[in-house]
């Protein structure tokens, strides 16, 4: 019997990040203002406490963490490492597939690993009220169970498509506190303004965002700070968690490198959490392929552009130098409602610039498809954004066979999917569309972000993805 569940003491959970900015071969292009001029830290004052900023520009390699947010964590993690045997028999494949489980959080996805730091660090500012944006809802009800516990007031904006299609994470946020509203809103200038244009809009991240960021910049209080969930160098740093312990219990499996990593891909924090320790791997000479995996529904990595642009659709947010797709674009209504962001988070975009990291696009009804095969072998019900990696790991398993090959594939199993069983419900009964988005469209997103700043590719050359 083949041992398929590695787990670590608590004693074992990293007590450091990792910060990918320290090591890429090639660094990161500044934030921009409208004007073009490099954003300074005083700059986001408005929006996000001075502790959370100085992570956010921090190119320290490792960045402790603290004492306070490691004894919260132990409540779920270190969380498993598992072998994936049944899927491996399934397939038929000389693949070896391991998987770390992040379902197991309270919100039941990685983004617990944020939103428990983030909240931290504000109430140590004296903030006393956080406002953000969820796309499927994981990440809103992540930041209502740590607002919860540190003691601070939440007010989530959720994407309309997802308020509709997932109403049972309204009630997740509301048991822990938080005020959950559907965006585009009546409640704020920029929702007021999408409404006015397309009043039956499904909403997107973008525009979650522009009303979050409003609504705590406008508090005249002062108290109020708004809290992304993924896209941002500190978000990321958090989630490397995930890859720290993952390489600690690959040795326990008696495993060096794997040969392949790979996470879906919204803004980039889940996969940026289990593949940034393994970048550092690959920059120091070992050989992987990592594959970050986004919806064909929003594919800002294969036919997006690498370009200064908003995070937001309001333009509330400084420029980025990130792979979009134009910050007013709008997604079709997929499943994977954590996906349907238009940029990826710009430590990720430059590492796919510098070649280390290969992306990868899924349609709609393959990644359904994978999750069923998931379901049907391994048995549990995962989250409509996972199951986009899961069906990655499934194509790489099979050229593995085709080409005789004992490979070993790791990625990361975001969260479970038990809040989303509307989309297998229309799977199952054949009432689920493919997700592919038309070049025109595609296209008439992007003039636009032509016209604000290309960004310089610069790279090393050392690496081929
Ligand atoms: C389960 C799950 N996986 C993945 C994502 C995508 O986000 P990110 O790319 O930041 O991990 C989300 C976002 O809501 C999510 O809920």
């Not at 603290?66 to 270190?78: C, F, S």
């Not at 940034?276 to 992987?288: M, R, V, Y």
């Not at 509307?422 to 469209?441: I, R, T």
């Amino acid at each position: 019997m083949s041992q398929v569940k590695f787990f670590l003491d608590e004693k074992d959970m990293p007590k450091k990040w990792y910060n990918l900015a320290a090591d890429l071969p090639t660094p990161m292009l500044p934030s921009l203002t409208v004007d073009g001029q490099p954003v300074k830290p005083e700059m986001l004052e408005a929006v996000f406490p001075r502790n959370l900023i100085d992570q956010e520009m921090s190119t320290k390699r490792w960045i402790e963490i603290p004492q306070e947010v490691r004894e919260m964590l132990y409540r779920w993690r270190p969380t498993p490492l598992r072998r994936a045997v049944h899927l491996e028999k399934f397939l038929k494949t000389p693949a070896r597939i391991y998987y770390k489980d992040e379902s197991v959080s309270p919100a039941g996805s990685h983004k617990t690993n944020s939103s428990i730091p983030q909240a931290w660090y504000n109430k140590q500012f004296g903030i006393k009220r956080l406002t953000t944006e969820t796309g499927a809802g994981q990440w809103g009800t992540a930041l209502a169970f740590a607002c919860h516990l540190i003691g601070l007031e939440c007010k989530v904006y959720m994407v309309r498509v997802s308020f509709d299609q997932k109403p049972m994470r309204q009630t997740m946020m509301g048991l822990w506190g938080a005020e959950c509203i559907a965006s585009p809103s009546p409640y704020t200038n920029a929702g007021r303004a999408v409404l006015a244009e397309m009043p039956d809009t499904p909403g997107s991240l973008g525009i979650a965002i522009s009303e979050a960021v409003e609504a705590a910049v406008t508090d005249p209080s002062g108290q109020t700070r708004y809290a992304l969930g993924s896209v941002l160098n500190h978000v990321l740093l958090h989630q490397t968690i995930i890859g720290l312990e993952a390489q600690k219990q690959l040795k326990k499996a008696r495993i060096k490198t794997p040969d392949i990593v790979i996470g879906c891909a919204g803004g980039g924090s889940n996969f940026a959490g289990i593949a940034f320790p393994f970048t550092l791997e690959k920059i120091n000479g070992a050989k992987i392929d990592i594959i970050p995996v986004e919806s064909a529904a929003c594919p800002k990595m294969t036919r997006g552009r690498f370009a200064y642009d908003h995070g937001d659709v309001a333009g509330m947010t400084p420029l980025l130098p990130m792979h979009s797709l134009g910050s007013q674009f709008i997604p079709p209504a997929i499943h994977a409602g954590g996906l349907r962001y238009h940029g990826m988070a710009p430590l990720v975009s430059q590492a796919i610039v510098e070649g280390l990291m290969r992306p990868h696009s899924v349609d709609q009804l393959h990644s359904y498809e994978a999750a069923i095969i998931w379901a049907r072998t391994e048995g549990f019900v995962i989250a409509p954004e996972s199951s986009n990696a899961v069906a990655c790991v499934i194509e790489e398993a099979n050229k593995a066979k085709r080409e005789g090959k004992e490979k070993v594939i790791l990625f990361n199993m975001s969260g479970h999917g038990l809040m989303d069983l509307a989309g297998y419900d229309k799977y199952l009964h054949g009432k689920l569309e493919s997700s592919q988005v038309a070049q025109e469209e595609i296209d008439k997103s992007l003039a636009r972000v032509q016209k604000v700043h290309l960004a310089p590719l610069r790279k090393t050359g050392r690496f081929h993805s």
